[in-house]
């Protein structure tokens, strides 16, 4: 009777040995071309802000700030026309008119400092402005400041951050710069300041 048995569980066995010897494999490689992440919104330095030319006052106690832009309308996809204002000191009433016309004027070219925004089409964008003078600038005795204007005669600061739609999914922003001279500033070619601008949904 064990025998029996014994004769069984080897046939069972064979059988067993012969279906694992009648089985296959095969083995392929998984892959995947992992690339960096792209923002649906993105800003870069198109330009940068150059005042050109412009004169240290002469007389005593005269201040010459010398202002450059497009206005209220610097969130756009092309930029405005060039605007250019020289005042004297802001008062409580707005700003003074230029204290020497013949003196503190722009000569040759100036372009306005300006970052392209790539964005998604109609969505609110903010922009958030700041700005730093430089120190060989300040050292000289010359003023510099970046900012937003209130109205297209840029002779007030609003706030730092504009709002607005995203145009056609790429917009320019031109922020407003300001030099400001005094009979007590030196001459001085070179950069007066750096202009940062940093864009959110």
């Given at each position: 009777?064990?025998?029996?048995?014994?004769?069984?569980?080897?046939a069972?066995?064979?059988?067993?040995?012969?279906?694992?010897a009648?089985?296959?494999?095969?083995?392929?490689?998984?892959?995947?071309?992992?690339?960096?992440?792209?923002?649906?919104?993105?800003?870069?330095?198109?330009?940068?802000?150059?005042?050109?030319?412009?004169?240290?006052?002469?007389?005593?106690?005269?201040?010459?700030?010398?202002?450059?832009?497009?206005?209220?309308?610097?969130?756009?996809?092309?930029?405005?026309?060039?605007?250019?204002?020289?005042?004297?000191?802001?008062?409580?009433?707005?700003?003074?008119?230029?204290?020497?016309?013949?003196?503190?004027?722009?000569?040759?070219?100036?372009?306005?400092?300006?970052?392209?925004?790539?964005?998604?089409?109609?969505?609110?964008?903010?922009?958030?402005l700041?700005?730093?003078?430089?120190?060989?600038?300040?050292?000289?005795?010359?003023?510099?400041?970046?900012?937003?204007?209130?109205?297209?005669?840029?002779?007030?600061?609003?706030?730092?951050?504009?709002?607005?739609?995203?145009?056609?999914?790429?917009?320019?922003?031109?922020?407003?710069?300001?030099?400001?001279?005094?009979?007590?500033?030196?001459?001085?070619?070179?950069?007066?300041?750096?202009?940062?601008?940093?864009?959110?949904?």
């Open positions: 009777m064990n025998r029996k048995f014994s004769y069984i569980g080897l069972a066995a064979a059988a067993l040995i012969g279906q694992q009648a089985a296959q494999s095969a083995t392929v490689d998984a892959s995947a071309n992992v690339v960096a992440g792209t923002s649906s919104l993105s800003i870069e330095g198109s330009r940068a802000g150059s005042f050109g030319e412009v004169a240290i006052p002469l007389l005593e106690g005269s201040v010459c700030r010398y202002v450059l832009g497009v206005g209220t309308d610097n969130l756009r996809p092309a930029p405005g026309e060039l605007l250019r204002y020289v005042y004297g000191n802001q008062t409580n009433s707005g700003p003074a008119s230029n204290p020497e016309p013949g003196v503190c004027e722009f000569r040759g070219d100036q372009t306005p400092p300006t970052f392209r925004i790539n964005c998604v089409e109609d969505a609110d964008i903010s922009v958030t700041s700005y730093a003078v430089d120190p060989m600038a300040q050292s000289n005795y010359i003023d510099f400041r970046a900012f937003n204007p209130v109205e297209n005669g840029m002779s007030a600061v609003g706030s730092v951050v504009r709002t607005e739609p995203c145009w056609s999914g790429a917009t320019d922003y031109i922020p407003a710069m300001e030099l400001t001279l005094t009979n007590l500033s030196a001459p001085y070619d070179g950069n007066v300041g750096t202009i940062t601008a940093e864009v959110s949904y």
